[in-house]
């Protein structure tokens, strides 16, 4: 078994769904007493937030960076970023490290082909669904016709995220209010949703909407575990 290098802290409260999910499924696939082999870098989400909203993204691609080498260092034989909007600099990190990065959207992609889906619909923060790193990854290299919702809706889908889901505060009306936009999608033409943001499965889920939901922060975990057992290549 390899060993997972996790990057958490954006926010802790998906990172724990992560070491959740990853260690149930390494019980599940080997049985018995077995978890996980995994290094942790965690990073405080305070300082990250406010550097995001300020644009310096220089400054965090050098923290990223730090982060991944930290990984490296403590024994991790591949890198799992948890988190979709800093996968931003994901290409920068890979760079800098000599062991691979196992890219959410990759994994994501590679669920959402399986079903035969073609047009998906992208929930997460401004950053995610606004910016090229992201959709324009899986229309590129994965052929996916990407829909993002409109601006009134972005912008609730993002304050959600940073008000309230990030400190683990789930509230019915913003659950309802995710359900809609979901929803709207689906009448544009979404064959499914991506929840693309690892908070946004603490609110909303497969059980909320008809169409297929693609929980990244599951597929994630599951595709490490997958890496992890050499099951799954990770492709840079």
């Not at 994501?108 to 950053?127: N, W």
């Not at 606004?130 to 829909?147: C, I, Q, T, W």
């Amino acid at each position: 078994m390899k060993t997972i290098g996790l990057i958490g802290g954006m926010s802790w409260e998906s990172s724990i769904e992560y070491y959740r999910i990853i260690n149930q499924e390494v019980r599940k696939k080997l049985e018995g007493l077995h978890s996980a082999k995994s290094v942790m870098v965690s990073v405080d989400f305070a300082e990250i937030e406010t550097l995001q909203h300020a644009g310096e993204w220089v400054a965090l691609t050098a923290r990223m960076i730090a982060a991944a080498r930290q990984v490296q260092a403590g024994g991790g034989d591949f890198v799992v970023l948890c988190t979709n909007t800093m996968h931003k600099m994901a290409d920068a990190m890979a760079a800098a490290v000599d062991i691979p990065l196992l890219h959410i959207a990759d994994a994501t992609a590679a669920r959402i082909k399986a079903r035969g889906i073609t047009t998906i619909g992208l929930l997460g923060t401004r950053f995610t669904m606004e910016e090229d790193f992201y959709k324009g990854r899986l229309m590129a290299k994965h052929g996916l016709n990407v829909l993002i919702p409109d601006e009134n809706e972005r912008a609730d889908v993002h304050r959600i995220i940073y008000e309230e889901l990030v400190v683990g505060d789930i509230r019915p009306e913003s659950k309802a209010r995710y359900v809609g936009i979901m929803r709207h999608l689906v009448q544009r033409g979404a064959q499914g949703v991506i929840l693309g943001c690892t908070e946004i499965g603490l609110l909303v889920g497969q059980d909320d909407i008809d169409a297929p939901v693609f929980d990244t922060t599951l597929i994630h975990a599951q595709v490490a575990v997958e890496a992890a057992l050499g099951e799954y290549e990770i492709k840079n």
